[in-house]
């Protein structure tokens, strides 16, 4: 057996999500069922994020076993004719047989992108979260420094999700303004489930001057997702990178 890491960008508009499930289109059964084809034996990949259905991936990182002897070369273009035009394989290479993407993680980078535009999106109606109403940026960026550090993120989490530790730790959070859209960006050790939407909802909400700047720490302090904001839609949601120490 060997061990392969696999590097996609995919546009989730049409998936349920990264993880496999019945009946469903997802990322992960597309790939695997690629992968299965391609190496003439079933197999499992396992991903660096399981991102919601209709968000998207500029890199996302997997890996998979594999007894399969065609050269990693052959693969990777037999992966570019097999998959789906939704899904690009960026890159595949032969790894430790100990690697895992995503307990090496060490450093994942996600992006949000609001359109503060007067008129709805047309053409990237499905890569953004129309919000037309002015945001007061300066008060999202004070509040999105609060985040900054290692706290408990359970005010952000929700439901559905198992977790022994809902400690997380948060390198960077900006927010961004690019002509008529403005981008949240997070990086981090790691994430709880929808914990980025939740907290770009909130930011809105405080763009909108619904929640105070300087409430956050109290938010984080309360650890009930209700005393958070909304949670924005996928769609308007991207994994941007992943970095392993090693």
């Known amino acids: 057996m060997r061990r392969l890491a696999l590097t996609l960008k995919f546009d989730g508009s049409a998936f349920a999500g990264w993880q496999r499930q019945p009946e469903k289109r997802t990322v992960q059964g597309v790939v695997e069922s690629a992968l299965s084809r391609i190496c003439g034996q079933g197999v499992t990949v396992v991903g660096c994020s399981r991102l919601d259905a209709g968000a998207h991936a500029r890199r996302h990182v997997s890996h998979f076993d594999t007894s399969s002897g065609l050269p990693v070369a052959e693969m990777f273009r037999a992966l570019g004719a097999v998959l789906p035009q939704d899904v690009v394989p960026l890159d595949l290479r032969e790894v430790s047989a100990v690697f895992h993407a995503r307990k090496d993680a060490s450093l994942k980078t996600y992006e949000y992108v ?131 120490a090693h």
Request: charged share 25%; hydrophobic share 40%.
């Open 114 to 244: 609001l359109s503060t535009a007067s008129a709805r999106p047309l053409w990237n109606r499905a890569y953004c979260w129309h919000v037309p109403a002015k945001l007061d940026l300066p008060a999202m960026r004070r509040a999105a420094r609060r985040l900054v550090g290692e706290h408990d993120f359970a005010s952000f989490q929700n439901a559905g999700s198992s977790v022994k530790t809902t400690v997380r730790k948060i390198e960077s959070a900006r927010v961004i303004r690019s002509g008529e859209k403005v981008r949240i960006r997070l990086s981090g050790s790691g994430f709880l489930k929808q914990m980025v939407r939740a907290i770009v909802g909130t930011l809105v909400d405080v763009g909108h001057r619904r929640i105070p700047a300087e409430e956050l720490g109290r938010i984080l302090e309360r650890r009930r997702r209700a005393a958070a904001g909304r949670t924005a839609p996928a769609r308007g949601l991207f994994l941007v990178d992943v970095h392993y």
